[in-house]
């Protein structure tokens, strides 16, 4: 990636020199000296344009920064010019220039823009990319890739509810694209096609690139569906050595709780004479004040430390660097520790025609994941009951720890400090490539990429626990004798693509074009096994001390499959005199996950753009782009083998005295399983006005993705299974988005620069096949007690992502649910029939970020506020535990909404349903630059300290512990945790609590 | 000019090699699964293809349809909402009230459960006739028996379902009368029977588990047993000749221990017809054990799982073994009524100690077990002890409320999967079934053949006194005591016409007759709201 974007940027000043030769006149001349720096640390800026004021001729700055140019000897002023700067003229008297200070600038158009399988300078894009780069990125105590980029995209929506350092991030673009597998943005790391996000560090990280609209993700076909993520990593740059650390500690903390009773309100309200009660006492009283939300948690500390190298001579490049991290999670016994390495090398051979880049990076981390019901149980654990067991009947399980059996109720402290539950990762991911420029503008690239993960999971629970599920294999009540979870899974892929890149200029015309040839490969395996009955709690790594083994009630299980994908792409960019911009892109992909007939796919875009400063002149607008596109894109089925017919086994049966294995289907096969195909349309305009200080974007688009490929309900018979994967319904999207960044105060010491950023989008599943029923997406409450309560539906001709049940309508005198009828009369719950109808949506109508940077002098400080408006939450934790009725065993979720009189079993209904908006202040920095003598003999080159915060606070009506949007529901709490994209906002009771930080880091340049 | 050459030649090398790699069979990618058409070339491979018809029936033994749809309908179980246990939107209760609703979840289970099983013998008689040996076709009578067993269920609960009997029909079907699919039923069962095999003695391993002459006759005689409900026409003499067909066979006898019949190793039972045989490691599914016994109960048996204390008995029908003037014979101590469950002196039918887990409860250690979370305002406190007396159905029933059922020996060292296996056709059951039609055809309850056939049981299982002259209520009820929680109860007492009365926590049904022959529309279940969502031939059952 890297070489193209310096071969293009060469390209296009050779481009100019040719081009404005003519103009160069004979006179006579001077030579004048001088050195390009960023005026952020004063390190040289190499490749910048150094041209005489009004003339085209011009020289580029060399490693160190330095040039030398010879001009007309009436020449007294230099524009100095370099992607990423603003344009800096400066006065000349003499033949020293002096050193000449750029500044960093985001509203550039000559900015190179990274694109599908190449680069383009931000003036010529025609389609909806959105660039950030490192120092955009998210600030503080940041431990995963997504985090840089949250709230920072128009259109990219990045939430994590809660504060468990090792759950992921959920990422979406433009909201749903697809109802199947793949809502996630495809990842693409230095041209390593679904590459892992976490397989690099965020320190590791350049710039990020994000392709919005369905015209610049179509060269990626397939799987272009849900937008593109193209990450750069920091390479290194000719003649300049660097040695880079940056460090932080962070100390992390819950900032908001689920509101429950303390001791003194449960005791008052368990009492017989006490609130809502009537004759009789509700719940146990144990004599302890135990706060569980205190007993669990703690200050979390957590530190990272990289270290990078960069440097290189004329051939050879290269970027190196380390990152070790330790993040310990609010929860006792919960965190990770990861140490990654990474090496870019590039070199260049043959008069750097042939250019050869490798880079390899591994990753190993250990995560302690313990448990998430930790957080779920310390909510409603009894707040009477001590720690430990004070009486025999009280230590259940022998361990010391206070328990009572009850359904999903375990001591929670004795819930994570008795069980393990601990993950290895090891990454390994190596990339090569080779690019010949085999004659002047046609250049051939092969590449080669393998991207390999490893997860070990080894959990335990020691025959002195008692856990109510939770575990691994649904192991329930007092251990037995231990039980002991291994898991072994295994991913590669390899990626190989042939490319040849031709450029050319004819006249006014650059033509760039592309062709290529992609293969990949993926494969899938693993191992799970699950045994207890130990004799010693000591031995729980050795399954053949484990006597279920032997006893058959041990659980093995494994799996294998795999897919290849296999693309031809070809793509053409004409620029006519920078004014007039056309695209168009075809890629022809096909799988194996398909019908045999079905297999090949075209995946087609187009797009447009032109500078309409060149028709009209607005006063103070400086350049004003208007650009539009139209791409196809695809998204694959969620597993492989769906059109095939196959069987599995299954349990055994007694055939003739014998116990045999039965085999049978283990599918409905669908044989015209075929592409799911995304058809965006995008309008967009790009501007810059007083003076570059105003840059914007927005964007408009629709988009409808058809033959949506999910599970659906068929009849049974005649069909052998009452579902089936199939091309069933179409899916609108329409949104917009707008970007807008202004600098307010631009002054020699002071300067303030404010961004903000708005996304709408709205996905209507606009069609669903009749055969597939009225509606699809339903979500379950749950266990206890509140299983076969759906409680979200997505209606065919409606929009993603309802809830769906009875309206609350108040309580009858006697303390019963009062529930909507179909007339809309108050009706008891239990005995009437009541209607169920749409109670809330889990998406948000719009998202805000706004970014504020202010510089004074070596101060900088930096915030970002982020909101999301319009979704609504189900608060489980309510829906489950704020009756009173639970209150005979567990503790009561006492919220605004809590209702002594309530006497009714549990029954869903919108009472649990909840505004979801906030507005969270996610990052506050403040950094100071010291002065650094230069060439100072410790040979330190810059020193950078900072002070951070992470959710400082937040603003909200939820009564819930983090608002944040659940843009899936996540079902289970462990490893192997299954998703339902249709039914957002469901807020679990498995969500760790939000969490706030605070950041102490140090930069230092050597 | 050579290097050019040679470069030129490279790069075209390189594209060729990447453009020729367009193959994209899925074949090589399916590592752990089987192709479907490259299966059923040996015997074994035979036998496995066939096993999966039965390995269906691994459902009957959860809490997902077969014992909750036709027991807790009833008066002879109950799931009460046991706090913020067992509410579940409210689906338990409603089995209990007769308010069951489209959309609830265990009728939707019990048809998916039929027609996976009936697509699967559909979908094997096909196989086995294109294979077409005789190994393959031996098996056809048997799947067409097991396919019609399952539609017998679905005309019990549903009624009027769709009969798909070819497998190569693949357009959605229309339902058929409950009346079809009674005449599909007799007709397959009466044209396989005579191609089945005809075990000589009990315990058959040839047939053990499987279809063979008597379970289809069983099937007969349970069908026709119910004849009048299904199609308003009685058959009691076909119900006799089915039952005597079994009983004449002499190799059935009634055991002289009750308990034998539902103990772990219980296989050799003679009075076994048809069962389904369960193991905790190779056919898992009966889960009583979980379902019925409180989490305390994990140390009683030394369990390696917690249960999850749902399913009792109802105190009434718990009392139906203990009252003397219900159920006469020698009198004793057995755990009461009252709130408390202090004992009191009753009738020491032996059938009570063996269905029921009451009383006290230990741990494996002999220990008496504490249950610290015992609801504050239950009398026993917490000592743990299972009282039949249920203080509610909802929204907080004790957690110690509640005979447990107990009808399949637990034993030490369980698992939540049981080793009992499950008799789906027990020979006392066609006994009774016999009395009961003998009794019905002559309109007389005293019918002296019907009679013997009862007290023969009473005394041989129960240890009780017989009974000098019988009624249809005291039939029924002597029915339930030999029966309980075998899953005939809502079928029973439809027959009966007390299965819209008033009992229990169960007030009695409006009246009407929406349903076929007039009968209760309650007597049939909904056609599941997602099957007709799925299946737009399919018609909604009337009065829902």
């Known amino acids: 990636m890297k070489n193209t974007k310096i071969f293009i940027t060469?390209?296009?000043?050779?481009?100019?020199?040719?081009?404005?030769?003519?103009?160069?006149?004979?006179?006579?001349?001077?030579?004048?000296?001088?050195?390009?720096?960023?005026?952020?640390?004063?390190?040289?800026?190499?490749?910048?344009?150094?041209?005489?004021?009004?003339?085209?001729?011009?020289?580029?700055?060399?490693?160190?920064?330095?040039?030398?140019?010879?001009?007309?000897?009436?020449?007294?002023?230099?524009?100095?010019?370099?992607?990423?700067?603003?344009?800096?003229?400066?006065?000349?008297?003499?033949?020293?220039?002096?050193?000449?200070?750029?500044?960093?600038?985001?509203?550039?158009?000559?900015?190179?823009?990274?694109?599908?399988?190449?680069?383009?300078?931000?003036?010529?894009?025609?389609?909806?990319?959105?660039?950030?780069?490192?120092?955009?990125?998210?600030?503080?105590?940041?431990?995963?890739?997504?985090?840089?980029?949250?709230?920072?995209?128009?259109?990219?929506?990045?939430?994590?509810?809660?504060?468990?350092?090792?759950?992921?991030?959920e990422i979406r673009l433009r909201g749903l694209s697809t109802i199947g597998a793949g809502t996630q943005p495809l990842v693409v790391i230095d041209g390593q096609i679904g590459a892992d996000l976490?397989?690099?560090?965020?320190?590791?990280?350049?710039?990020?690139?994000?392709?919005?609209?369905?015209?610049?993700?179509?060269?990626?076909?397939?799987?272009?569906?849900?937008?593109?993520?193209?990450?750069?990593?920091?390479?290194?740059?000719?003649?300049?050595?660097?040695?880079?650390?940056?460090?932080?500690?962070?100390?992390?903390?819950?900032?908001?709780?689920?509101?429950?009773?303390t001791a003194a309100e449960y005791r008052a309200f368990i009492k017989p004479s006490g609130i809502g009660s009537d004759t009789a006492a509700k719940g146990n009283d144990y004599g302890a004040n135990t706060d569980w939300y205190k007993e669990i948690s703690r200050n979390a500390i957590s530190h990272q430390h990289n270290l990078s190298f960069s440097g290189g001579n004329e051939h050879t490049t290269y970027n190196a660097s380390v990152n070790y991290r330790d993040a310990q999670g609010i929860a006792i016994n919960t965190g990770f520790n990861q140490i990654n390495g990474r090496l870019n090398l590039t070199h260049r051979a043959l008069n750097d025609k042939l250019v050869f880049n490798t880079e390899i990076s591994t990753t190993r981390k250990q995560a302690k994941l313990g448990f998430d019901q930790g957080f779920e149980y310390a909510a409603i654990y009894n707040p009477t009951s001590p720690v430990f067991a004070k009486t025999p009947g009280q230590d259940l399980a022998k361990g010391g720890y206070f328990e009572v059996s009850a359904t999903e109720y375990s001591n929670p402290v004795a819930v994570l400090k008795q069980n393990t539950n601990n993950n290895t990762l090891k990454r390994l991911n190596f990339a090569g490539s080779a690019e010949y420029e085999i004659f002047k503008g046609l250049k051939f690239l092969i590449r080669y990429a393998q991207q390999s993960s490893g997860s070990y999971t080894t959990a335990y629970t020691p025959s002195t626990a008692f856990i109510d599920r939770g575990f691994y294999n649904g192991v329930t009540g007092v251990g037995r004798h231990g039980y002991s979870y291994k898991a072994n899974d295994e991913a590669i892929t390899q990626l190989y693509e042939n490319t040849l890149t031709y450029q050319h200029k004819i006249s006014k015309l650059d033509i760039n074009a592309i062709a290529g040839y992609s293969y990949q490969d993926f494969k899938y395996e693993g191992l799970k096994l699950g045994a207890g009955n130990f004799v010693t709690d000591q031995d729980r790594e050795n399954f053949s001390a484990a006597q279920d083994v032997q006893d058959g009630k041990a659980n093995a299980t494994s799996y294998k499959n795999g897919s290849k994908l296999v693309a031809f792409f070809g793509r053409v960019n004409l620029n006519w005199d920078n004014f007039a911009y056309i695209s168009a892109s075809l890629r022809r992909e096909g799988s194996t996950q398909f019908g045999p007939t079905h297999k090949w796919g075209y995946f087609p875009a187009v797009s447009a753009g032109v500078d309409l400063q060149r028709f009209v002149q607005i006063p103070a607008v400086n350049t004003l782009k208007l650009r539009g596109s139209f791409g196809i894109t695809g998204a694959l089925p969620p597993g492989s083998g769906l059109s095939e017919f196959t069987f599995t086994s299954g349990q055994g049966y007694l055939i003739n005295g014998q116990w045999i294995f039965t085999y049978g289907p283990n599918q409905n096969p669908n044989a015209d399983l075929k592409w799911e195909k995304k058809a965006e349309t995008d309008i967009g305009l790009d501007f810059t006005a007083f003076n570059n200080r105003l840059s914007g974007t927005i964007d408009w688009y629709t988009r409808k993705t058809s033959d949506l490929i999910f599970n659906v309900n068929v009849p049974s018979p005649p069909n052998l299974f009452s579902t089936a994967t199939k091309n069933v319904g179409d899916l609108t999207g329409k949104g917009y988005e707008i970007a807008l960044n202004y600098d307010v105060i631009k002054q020699k010491k002071l300067t303030w620069t404010t961004g903000i950023n708005y996304t709408h989008n709205h996905v209507v599943l606009s069609r669903l096949d009749p055969s597939a029923g009225d509606?699809?997406?339903a979500s379950n409450l749950g266990s206890p007690g509140q299983e076969a309560?759906?409680?979200?539906?997505?209606?065919?001709g409606a929009e993603i992502g309802a809830f769906y049940n009875a309206v609350y309508r108040g309580l009858s005198p006697t303390g019963?649910?009062?529930?909507?009828?179909?007339?809309?009369?108050?009706?008891?719950?239990?005995?009437?029939?009541?209607?169920?109808?749409?109670?809330?949506?889990?998406?948000?109508?719009?998202?805000?970020?706004?970014?504020?940077?202010?510089?004074?002098?070596?101060?900088?400080?930096?915030?970002?506020?982020?909101?999301?408006?319009?979704?609504?939450?189900?608060?489980?934790?309510?829906?489950?535990?704020?009756?009173?009725?639970?209150?005979?065993?567990?503790?009561?979720?006492?919220?605004?909404?809590?209702?002594?009189?309530?006497?009714?079993?549990?029954?869903?209904?919108?009472?649990?349903?909840?505004?979801?908006?906030?507005?969270?202040?996610?990052?506050?920095?403040?950094?100071?630059?010291f002065n650094i003598k230069k060439g100072g003999k410790n040979g330190v080159r810059s020193i950078r300290a900072y002070f951070s915060g992470h959710n400082l606070f937040t603003i909200t009506g939820y009564t819930g512990a983090d608002p944040e949007v659940r843009y899936s529901d996540q079902i289970g709490s462990l490893i192997g945790t299954t998703s339902n994209i249709l039914a957002p906002g469901i807020d679990r009771r498995t969500t760790w609590v939000l969490t706030r930080s605070f950041t102490l880091g140090l930069n230092l340049g050597f | 000019m050579k290097s050019k050459f040679l470069k030129i030649s490279l790069v075209g090398g390189l594209l060729i090699a990447g453009l020729s790699c367009t193959k994209l069979d899925e074949a090589p990618y399916l590592y752990d699964k089987v192709t479907g058409d490259q299966f059923g070339k040996t015997d074994l491979e035979v036998s496995s293809l066939v096993g999966r018809a039965y390995s269906n029936l691994a459902g009957i033994g959860g809490n997902n349809h077969y014992n909750p749809l036709n027991e807790v309908t009833t008066d002879e179980e109950i799931v009460p909402t046991r706090g913020p246990d067992w509410g579940d939107g409210g689906h338990w209760v409603r089995l209990k009230l007769h308010t069951y609703k489209v959309d609830d979840p265990l009728p939707n289970n019990a048809w998916n459960f039929c027609y996976s099983g009936i697509t699967t013998c559909n979908r094997l008689i096909a196989t086995l006739t294109t294979l077409n040996t005789p190994t393959t076709l031996a098996y056809i009578p048997e799947l067409r028996t097991l396919r019609a067993i399952y539609y017998f269920w679905l005309l019990d609960w549903f009624g009027n379902v769709p009969l798909s009997i070819d497998f190569n029909t693949t357009t959605p079907p229309a339902n058929s009368t409950r009346k079809q699919v009674y005449d599909f039923v007799e007709s397959e069962l009466i044209a396989t029977s005579p191609l089945l095999k005809k075990p000589t003695g009990i315990p058959d391993v040839a047939t053990y588990g499987r279809m063979n002459y008597y379970v289809a006759q069983a099937c007969l005689a349970k069908l026709y047993l119910n004849a009048e409900l299904y199609t308003g026409a009685q058959q009691w003499d076909k119900c006799i000749a089915a039952c005597n067909n079994i009983v004449n066979s002499g190799i059935f006898i009634l055991t002289p221990n009750y308990v034998d019949n539902f103990v772990q190793n219980n296989q050799n039972s003679k009075e076994s017809i048809w069962a389904i045989p369960f193991d905790h490691v190779k056919f898992t599914g009966f889960n009583m054990v979980m379902m019925t016994l409180s989490y305390l109960n994990q140390n009683t048996y030394n369990i390696n799982a917690q249960p999850w204390n749902g399913f009792a008995t109802t105190a009434e029908f718990y009392n139906s073994y203990i009252d003397p003037a219900q159920n006469p014979g020698p009198q004793g101590r057995v755990i009461g009524l009252s709130p408390k469950g202090d004992s009191v002196t009753g009738t020491l039918d032996k059938r009570a100690a063996a269905n029921f887990l009451v009383g006290p409860q230990f741990s494996s250690a002999g220990a008496r077990l504490s249950d610290d979370g015992a609801d504050v305002t239950d009398p026993d406190g917490k000592p743990f002890t299972f009282t039949p007396y249920i203080n509610e159905l909802q929204p907080a029933a004790w957690r110690q409320s509640g005979a447990r059922i107990g009808k399949w020996q637990?034993?030490?060292?369980?698992?939540?999967?049981?080793?009992?296996?499950?008799?789906?056709?027990?020979?006392?059951?066609?006994?009774?079934?016999?009395?009961?039609?003998?009794?019905?055809?002559?309109?007389?309850?005293?019918?002296?053949?019907?009679?013997?056939?009862?007290?023969?049981?009473?005394?041989?299982?129960?240890?009780?006194?017989?009974?000098?002259?019988?009624?249809?209520?005291?039939?029924?009820?002597?029915?339930?005591?030999?029966?309980?929680?075998?899953?005939?109860?809502?079928?029973?007492?439809?027959?009966?016409?007390?299965?819209?009365?008033?009992?229990g926590f169960h007030g009695a049904d409006p009246a009407d007759n929406l349903g076929p022959n007039n009968i209760n529309h309650l007597n049939i279940f909904p056609i599941p709201a997602i099957q007709l969502n799925a299946n737009k031939n399919l018609k909604q059952n009337p009065g829902y």
Not at chain 1, 117 to 129: C, D, L, M, N, W
Not at chain 1, 789 to 796: H, L, V
């Open chain 1, 10 to 169: 060469k390209a296009c000043s050779i481009g100019f020199l040719l081009l404005l030769s003519f103009f160069s006149s004979f006179s006579q001349s001077k030579t004048i000296t001088g050195k390009v720096t960023d005026s952020k640390d004063g390190s040289p800026v190499v490749g910048a344009t150094v041209q005489p004021k009004g003339s085209k001729n011009g020289t580029s700055t060399g490693a160190d920064g330095s040039f030398s140019i010879t001009v007309a000897s009436n020449v007294n002023t230099l524009v100095v010019t370099s992607v990423g700067f603003g344009r800096q003229e400066v006065s000349v008297s003499g033949t020293s220039a002096g050193t000449v200070s750029l500044v960093a600038t985001n509203a550039n158009l000559n900015e190179v823009v990274v694109v599908g399988y190449g680069t383009q300078r931000k003036k010529e894009v025609t389609s909806a990319i959105t660039s950030v780069n490192a120092e955009q990125f998210n600030k503080g105590n940041i431990n995963d890739v997504a985090q840089l980029l949250q709230g920072k995209v128009a259109g990219l929506s990045i939430a994590r509810p809660g504060g468990n350092p090792n759950a992921g991030f």
């Open chain 1, 198 to 261: 976490n397989s690099i560090d965020p320190n590791d990280i350049k710039s990020m690139d994000v392709l919005k609209d369905g015209s610049s993700a179509a060269i990626y076909g397939t799987r272009g569906s849900a937008g593109v993520i193209i990450v750069t990593t920091k390479t290194g740059s000719r003649g300049q050595s660097q040695v880079n650390y940056n460090g932080s500690v962070s100390v992390e903390s819950s900032a908001r709780l689920t509101k429950h009773m």
């Open chain 1, 775 to 777: 509606y699809i997406g």
């Open chain 1, 789 to 796: 309560t759906q409680i979200t539906r997505t209606f065919a």
């Open chain 1, 816 to 929: 019963k649910f009062l529930f909507e009828d179909a007339s809309g009369k108050a009706v008891l719950a239990d005995s009437f029939p009541y209607v169920k109808r749409v109670i809330g949506h889990g998406l948000p109508k719009f998202e805000m970020g706004w970014t504020n940077t202010f510089t004074y002098g070596n101060w900088d400080l930096n915030f970002f506020l982020r909101g999301s408006f319009g979704h609504s939450i189900i608060n489980t934790e309510r829906a489950f535990y704020e009756n009173p009725s639970v209150a005979s065993i567990y503790n009561v979720v006492k919220t605004k909404y809590w209702d002594p009189k309530l006497k009714d079993a549990q029954l869903f209904s919108n009472l649990y349903v909840e505004k979801g908006d906030f507005v969270k202040l996610d990052n506050a920095t403040l950094g100071y630059n």
């Open chain 2, 410 to 503: 637990f034993y030490l060292g369980e698992t939540s999967d049981m080793d009992n296996d499950f008799a789906v056709f027990r020979y006392a059951d066609i006994l009774l079934t016999k009395a009961e039609a003998t009794a019905r055809k002559n309109s007389n309850w005293n019918d002296p053949v019907a009679l013997a056939l009862v007290n023969q049981i009473r005394v041989q299982h129960g240890g009780v006194d017989p009974f000098v002259s019988m009624t249809a209520a005291t039939f029924l009820a002597e029915r339930g005591r030999e029966t309980f929680a075998e899953a005939w109860r809502r079928q029973d007492m439809i027959r009966f016409g007390t299965y819209n009365t008033a009992y």
